[in-house]
Every structure is written in C-alpha cells, then in structure tokens.
C-alpha cells in the first residue's frame, strides 16, 4: 500500500476530487470521441508528427489558451477566497498550492506558450521563408513544453501541486518545509519545457539570421521578426541559467545535497539570485514579441509607416542587454547594502528610457494616421495607458529605498499584472485577433470582440487598481485571509469583481471561435486588414510550402510597396520545392521525457532509467536515419496555384 | 540537393551550414550552462560547513593526467577532421576512434577521483562546497560520456556510407564539441584545482 500512498494528494478537498473526476471524463470522452469518429489517423498524420511550423504555431496556440483558462480558474478561487474577511472557502495549504500554480502556469505554460506560438506562424512567412530551420527540432520544442505542461497540471491530482510560490525560494521550498512532492514537479515540468523552449530559441535565431527572403537585409526586417530574433537571443542566455538552478534543486530535494539549505554551508539566497538571473530576462521574453505585435498592429490601422523603425530596434536591443542587469531589484530588502541596491535601482530604472520610446514610437505612429478602431487596434489603444501606470509604478518599486515600504504587498502585485496582462494578453489576444484569418481562414467576429475587449480592459482596472491601494495600506500578498479590522475587504471585493469581468470576457472569446467558426465568411481574400508586411503576400489558408515563389524584398514595406507602388514581390516561375517529411519521433521522445519526468517526481528510478533508454533510442534512431524529405514538382505546385486562386 | 564545391565537405549543403551555425548558438547556451556553475562554485567554495576544502582533497597526479589526456583528444580530433578535409576516411577515422579513447581514460581517471573524493569523505551529501565541486565536474564528465556514445554513433556512420556531405557535417559539429569540452576543462583545471591548491 505504502507503493501507492506517496501518489496520494495530501490535501485533499472536495475541489480536488470533482477535477479528478472532470479529467478522468475529458479523457474518456476525448478517446471515445476520436474512436467513435476514426480521427486516430487523422491526429496522427496531421497533428502529431506534423513538422509543419504553422501547424506546431496552432498547436502551441490552443495549449496557451488552455492553460489560461487553468490559470484563470485559479484566479477566480483566488479571488473568491479573499474577497471578504475571514473567508474559509479555501484552506491555507489548498491557497498556496493555487497562486503557485497560477503563477508557474501563467507565465511559463500561457505567456511563453503564447508568444512561441505566434513566432512559429509568423516569423517564417514574414521574412518570406519556407520554414523554419529545423522543422523537426520545432516539433520536438512543442511536444516538450507539451509534456513538461501536463507533467504540472497532473500535480494536483496525483500527489499535489507546488505550493512555495512561483518564485519557490528555499528553505521554503526545500524538503523541510515542502514536504509533498509539489516541488518535484515544479523542477521536473520547468527543466522539461525549458529545454524545449531552448531549442526553440536556437532555431529561430538560425532561422531568422539565415533564411530571410533575397533583399530583406536585417534593417529590412518586419518589427515582430525583429522582436523575435532579440528574445530569442535572450531565450538562449537565460534559460541554461534556469536549467542548473532547477538541477540544483531538483538535487536537494531528492540527493540530499546541500546547494540551497541552511546547514552545511548551503546558501539559499544562490537560489533567488539564479532564479531571477533567469526570471527578469524572462519578463523581456515575453514583452518583446509582444512589443513587435503591437508594432505590427499599429501601422497597418493607422496607415502609416511605423514611427522611428530604427529607434525601435535600438531599444529593444538596449532593453535585452539591461534585461540582464537587474535581478537584484526582486530582492532589495534581503540585505545585500545599499551601494548594491543603488547600482540595481539605477539599472532598474534605465529601462523605462528605452521602453518610453517604444511608447512615444507608437503615439508618433498615430499621429495625423487614418485610424481604424478594429479588435486589434483597441487592444494596442488599450495597452499604452495601462501599460503606462504599471511601468511608472514598476520604476516607483525600483527606487530601492522606498520599495522597503510595498515590497512584498499587493501593490507589487498590481503593479506586475498592470504590466504583463496589456503588454502580453493583451498583444496575444491582439495578435490572435490579427492573424487569426491567415491562421484558419476567416475573421473572427468584430462586434464580440469589442465586448470581450472592453470586458477585459475594464476587468484588468478593476482587478489591479484597487491592489494599490491596499497594497499601500500594508495587504501583503500571497495571504490567504485577513480580519475585518484591516479594511481590505472593499478592495478585494472590488478585485474579485473585475476578476469576473475579465473571466467573461475571455468566455466570449472561446464564444467567439464558436461563432465565427460556424458564421463567418469564408470568403475574405488573403489580406482582409490591408497590411503591410510579408505574411499577407501568401494564400489565405497558407499552402504547406508558403510561398510559392521565394519574394524578393527591396523595402521595409515590401508587400505594401507591391500593392501600392507595383513593386514586384514574385518573379520567376516554379521552381522545384524541397520539403522535410512528418515525424513521429518528437512526440515519442517527449513521452518518453513525460514518463521520466513523472519517474524522477516520485523517486521511481528504474522507470527513471526505461525512460532514459527511450530518449537515447529515439536520439541514435534519428542520428542513423535517413530523412531526405520529399519534393513538390513544378507542375504540381502550379496546379496547387491556380486552384487555391480559383477558391477566392 | 544543392551541393556547393567550392566549400569544405561539412559546409557545403544549405542544410549543413544551418546546423554548423545552429551548433554555435548551442555552444552559446553551454558557455551559459557552464558560466552559471562556475558562478555557484565561487559562491560556495569557502562554504565548507563540516566538510573538507579543495586544498584537503585535490590531488595534483590524477589532475594532470586528466588533463593531459583531454588536451591531447582535442588536438587529434583536430587531427580527424584535417584527415576529413583531404579525404582521406581512414585516416579520419583512426583519429576520431583515437579521440573516443583518450576521452575514456580521461573519464576513467575522472570516476577514480571522484571514488577517491567520496573515500576521503567529500561525497556529495557533505557541504555545499562538495555539492557544487562534484556536480561542476560531474556535468562536464557527462558531457564526456555524451560524447563518447555520440562519437561512436558517427564513427558506425562514417564507416557505413563514407564522407558524405551528412556525415561530414555531423563530424565536424562534433568535433567542436569535444574542443568546447576541452575548453571548459581549461577553466575548471585553471579556477578549482590550480586555485584550489594554492
């Protein structure tokens, strides 16, 4: 029995059991529904061992929005719970284990979900390219931030979730103190997907260095690919950074050593430091695509060529290297002096010149511009002023001195979600919205848009603003409940209020996909915005192959310049086109990662070790096999041609 | 597929030259790998708590010949890949498996000492410092071993198809590899053992 006890979760409510229940249902209607409609092969062919950088783009998609619907049912109970004094809706561990996964999953399992997702649609039929560098190294980057997902979201029903904060700061998170193996998985799922998002960022830097159409020379290159080759970089220098700190861990809660106790020489504040070396790129990760969409989205709605194109790649380059210079300020009151704390505030406070131009970019972009208020551009309009008070309360936070009074309290809360739900919600769903016809080939409905988007907006005010107040009034945060007598209970009232408007106006989104998916018409042409860069040149839905001829770049407007100017974006005929065949490989080997991840929470070792002889076969199968893909003649790509002509 | 005469064997697909270039970017995640527990280490060199320090436990002889041997492995892979580059696939060959040699006696002296660290009671559950030490070392000895298996996989290929345009290109990734292995041996040979002696 004891075999079995350990999977057991030590908490249990009667939440936990109904998801239990709710996922063992998924399942089965899931794998009774596939068989039922003989769509195993199907999903096998076309979505499993897809190599197809759209397809993976998609995939990652419909993962994000998943685990944004995991982590806002987190907030919802979140909410709920502190909403008036004294609540017992939730138990004090139960609490724990909620804003930890709401944190982890939010920004690891949504946002960089998110943002990856679109780099994979976008970037490659942006610089005009077939795919990107390495197709099956993208599959295999998707599947294991797929598993390392999963690997998290099964915690809370087999043998409990992490509960020492996102940030799982030892001893806290040490075996002492965490004594489920919550934390196991917190490290496990986090070493997992992090590889893959360490592949990713390696292949799209090849792919963007390298495989951009003839003439678009890097100060040619649309601003969302520029985005995305910086984060990328960012992606390869801080996530090694993220992979030994959580091996380290992962050793001391498992091999007993001694990298992060208090005994022994250990050193816990190590832990804050390399978790932050990692964390504060981590936020850039995710604001610098997010940056590149808005600076897609703004020009092609104000008609006009996007303000200050070099300034914007200058700042963005400054943000990335400052990026790597500011950990510190997650922990000024942790004792390290006040020279140290100084040197980090400034640092600290030198990114909000360079993001300022962004802003002032953006508003110069408008000026005198034919504005057109559609879902895409709200959400841009939407994003500036909130964005702004979360940005100058950020530099208020990064005045060392004065952050001894909010430091850890609910005004740092306000201030992060003020900046990371416009900056990159909002450009996710912006974005969403704005690819969404090259992605499926219709638009998604407008009027419904705007009501989710002034939901949302208006949800996000109402859930943050008040956390600054009581914030400021000393509501620390991560507290699960609190007397009468502190007054907080009006503003979390008020918080959990616009927690519901922005839980609805997310539902109407997944309304939205409904709608649209059974009304709207299919009939809309390739470039229904009337947009300016790459990715509107090709079909509407976008062939398997891109682009038939490779384009031929002369300008940074050059699908503009094609439409506007008669610019030429295609010469030549067909040509022959060389492409790489499917795969099953990636998703065998990130089960194979799944099982040993699962193997390692539990201490299981011998299943560890199967595992491991799994990946290593899959590594020597690929490293022997011969994949010299498959060509599209030039007849057929012809016929392909006209026919997806004649569909218009 | 296109093959471009002009350049050596290993850079002349389109496909090669996105790995080559692929590969350096990986390296560059390693430099960060490696420059993270290098970090740690001088945190937690003087955090010996109960334990030893380096100077207590490090021996010079089984140093000296770990890196001896591993300096002259990235010279004859140096070596191979000259071979690779006249075509000579013999040659090329006899210097990889001579490579894949000294890198098992490197990792056979690598296991002695850390039997002998674990003898002399540093062992891994010690202090902090030991944590750090091993696991520094012990991460650039699986990337040995990770080398090892991945050498041979590539020497069964060279044998079997010849120096194609692929298998030059997996050579020559390797290869820099293993002088990336070498050049992190460098610095912990520099920065834990002479610094720790001293």
Not at chain 1, 66 to 71: K, P, S
Not at chain 1, 612 to 629: M, Q, T
Not at chain 2, 33 to 38: G, H, I, P, S, V
Not at chain 2, 183 to 188: A, D, M, N, Q, S
Request: contains cysteine.
């Amino acid at each position: 029995m004891e075999f079995f006890e350990r999977f057991a979760v030590p908490h249990p409510s009667p939440a936990i059991y109904a998801s239990m229940v709710a996922i063992a249902l998924t399942s089965i209607a899931i794998v009774a529904g596939l068989t039922y409609f003989k769509k195993w092969g199907y999903l096998w062919r076309e979505w499993l061992t897809t190599v197809d950088h759209k397809k993976i783009g998609i995939m990652y998609m419909i993962s994000a929005l998943l685990m944004l619907f995991r982590g806002g049912a987190d907030v919802l109970m979140m909410r709920a719970q502190t909403a008036v004094p004294e609540n017992t809706l939730l138990d004090a561990q139960h609490y724990n284990e909620i804003f930890t996964t709401h944190g982890v999953v939010m920004i690891i399992f949504m946002a960089m979900a998110f943002i990856i997702a679109l780099m994979n649609f976008v970037i490659p039929l942006q610089i005009g390219a077939r795919d990107v560098a390495f197709p099956r190294l993208n599959a295999l980057s998707f599947w294991l931030y797929f598993m390392g997902a999963m690997l998290l979201n099964i915690s809370f029903v087999i043998g409990g979730s992490p509960s020492s904060g996102w940030t799982s700061y030892f001893p806290l998170a040490g075996n002492e103190l965490s004594q489920s193996v919550g934390t196991n998985y917190y490290m496990l799922s986090l070493q997992i997907s992090g590889l893959g998002t360490l592949i990713t960022g390696i292949n799209f830097i090849v792919t963007i260095l390298k495989m951009r159409a003839p003439g678009m020379t890097l100060m040619k290159m649309p601003m969302f690919s520029w985005a995305g080759l910086i984060t990328n970089v960012i992606i390869v220098f801080a996530f090694p950074v993220l992979t030994v700190a959580l091996a380290m861990g992962t050793m001391d809660r498992l091999f007993a050593t001694n990298f992060f106790t208090t005994t022994n020489g250990g050193m816990d504040m190590l832990w804050a430091n390399l978790f932050w070396v990692w964390g504060h790129p981590e936020v850039y990760i995710l604001i610098l695509p997010a940056f590149g969409i808005y600076s897609e989205i703004i020009p092609t709605f104000s008609r006009r060529n996007l303000y200050g194109y070099n300034t914007m790649v200058i700042s963005m380059v400054v943000i990335s290297l400052l990026s790597f210079l500011v950990w510190v300020h997650h922990f000024f009151t942790m004792g390290q002096g006040a020279l140290v704390n100084s040197i980090f505030s400034i640092t600290t406070m030198a990114i909000a010149v360079p993001t300022g131009i962004k802003i002032f970019n953006w508003l110069f972009t408008m000026w005198k511009g034919k504005i057109q208020f559609t879902v895409p551009m709200l959400y841009s309009l939407g994003f500036i002023p909130i964005f702004t008070i979360g940005g100058v309360t950020g530099v208020m936070l990064g005045m060392a001195s004065a952050d001894y009074q909010y430091h850890n309290t609910m005004f740092l809360v306000a201030h992060f979600h003020l900046v990371i739900i416009p900056g990159v919600v909002f450009a996710m769903l912006a974005g969403l919205t704005y690819w969404w016809p090259k992605m499926f080939g219709f638009m998604l409905n407008e009027r419904i848009g705007k009501w989710a988007f002034w939901f949302i907006a208006g949800g996000t005010c109402l859930a943050f603003f008040p956390m600054f107040i009581s914030g400021l009034d000393g509501q620390a945060r991560r507290m699960y409940t609190y007397s009468e007598a502190t007054g907080f209970g009006i503003w979390n009232m008020l918080s959990f209020i616009g927690a519901i408007g922005l839980a609805i106006g997310f539902i109407l989104i997944v309304y939205n996909i409904y709608y649209s998916t059974r009304y709207a018409s299919r009939d809309i042409g390739d470039d229904p915005w009337d947009a300016r860069s790459l990715e509107w040149a090709t079909h509407n839905p976008v062939p398997e192959y891109n682009f038939a001829i490779t384009p031929q770049v002369n300008s940074r407007q050059a699908f503009w310049d094609a439409k506007k100017n008669g610019h030429k974006l295609f010469k030549g005929g067909y040509k022959e086109i060389h492409m790489p065949n499917n795969s099953g490989v990636p998703f065998i080997m990130a089960v194979f990662f799944f099982i040993f991840g699962f193997g390692f929470v539990f201490s299981m070792w011998i299943t560890v070790i199967a595992s491991l002889i799994g990946i290593i076969a899959c590594l020597i199968h690929r490293s022997f096999e011969k994949d010299h893909g498959y060509h599209i003649s030039a007849e057929e790509l012809e016929k392909s041609e006209v026919e997806l002509r004649g569909a218009k | 597929m296109n093959i471009d005469k002009t350049q050596p064997l290993e850079y002349s697909t389109e496909q090669g030259r996105l790995n080559i270039l692929g590969f350096w970017i990986f390296i560059g995640a390693e430099v960060m790998l490696f420059a993270t527990l290098f970090a740690s280490y001088f945190t937690l060199v003087d955090r010996t708590g109960n334990g030893p320090s380096g100077s207590e436990i490090f021996e010079i002889t089984p140093v000296l010949i770990e890196t001896l041997v591993l300096l002259t492995s990235s010279f004859t892979i140096g070596l191979g890949v000259h071979a690779m580059r006249i075509g000579n696939k013999k040659a090329m060959m006899s210097f990889f498996a001579i490579t894949l040699v000294l890198g098992a006696a490197f990792l056979g002296v690598e296991i002695y000492e850390f039997v002998h660290y674990v003898h002399v009671g540093a062992g891994l559950q010690v202090s902090a410092f030991t944590s750090i030490l091993l696991t520094t070392l012990g991460t650039h000895g699986l990337h040995v071993t990770f080398g090892l298996f991945w050498g041979i996989m590539i020497l069964m290929q060279v044998k079997k198809r010849g120096l194609t345009p692929q298998t030059a290109n997996k050579s020559f990734i390797f290869s820099l590899y293993w002088h990336f292995l070498d050049v992190v041996w460098i610095f912990i040979f520099s920065f834990v053992y002479l610094k720790g002696m001293m």
